[in-house]
Nanobody, 123 residues
Framework: VQLQACGGGLVQAGGFLRLSCAAS????????MGWFRQAPGKERELVAH????????YYQDSVKGRFTISRDNAQNTVYLQMNTLKPEDTAVYYC?????????????????WGQGTQVTVSS
């Protein structure tokens, strides 16, 4: 599967952005999906994950209550709604996919990666 993420940009603190990730190929609904981010000088970290049917969702503690992950299997798309953005949310955000059920915190646990989209939050 190929992943194409978009929606990043420059926003002031307190603002919002919506990231989208379109997946090509068949069987999108069989993949669990997620978003990682990587800030300069830091390791990639899992921000949010959603199971194939949306029944299981994970959020990193720092984004709970501000970010919402969702998916539309009919449109082969996963979203990340980011509200009340903070400067520390500044990073490159990557859409990821994992075959089958289950999820993981580590980058190597995901099979497919999008190209990344830059999110910059100014103070």
């Amino acid at each position: 599967v190929q992943l194409q993420a978009c929606g990043g940009g420059l926003v002031q603190a307190g603002g919002f952005l919506r990231l989208s990730c379109a997946a090509s190929g068949r069987s999108f609904s069989s993949y669990s999906m997620g978003w990682f981010r990587q800030a300069p000088g830091k390791e990639r970290e899992l921000v949010a994950h959603i199971s194939w049917n949306g029944g299981s969702i994970y959020y990193q503690d720092s984004v709970k209550g501000r970010f919402t992950i969702s998916r539309d299997n009919a449109q082969n798309t996963v979203y990340l709604q980011m509200n009340t953005l903070k400067p520390e949310d500044t990073a490159v955000y990557y859409c990821v996919a994992r075959r089958g059920s289950g999820w993981g915190l580590r980058p190597y646990e995901y099979d497919f990666w999008g190209q990344g989209t830059q999110v910059t939050v100014s103070s």
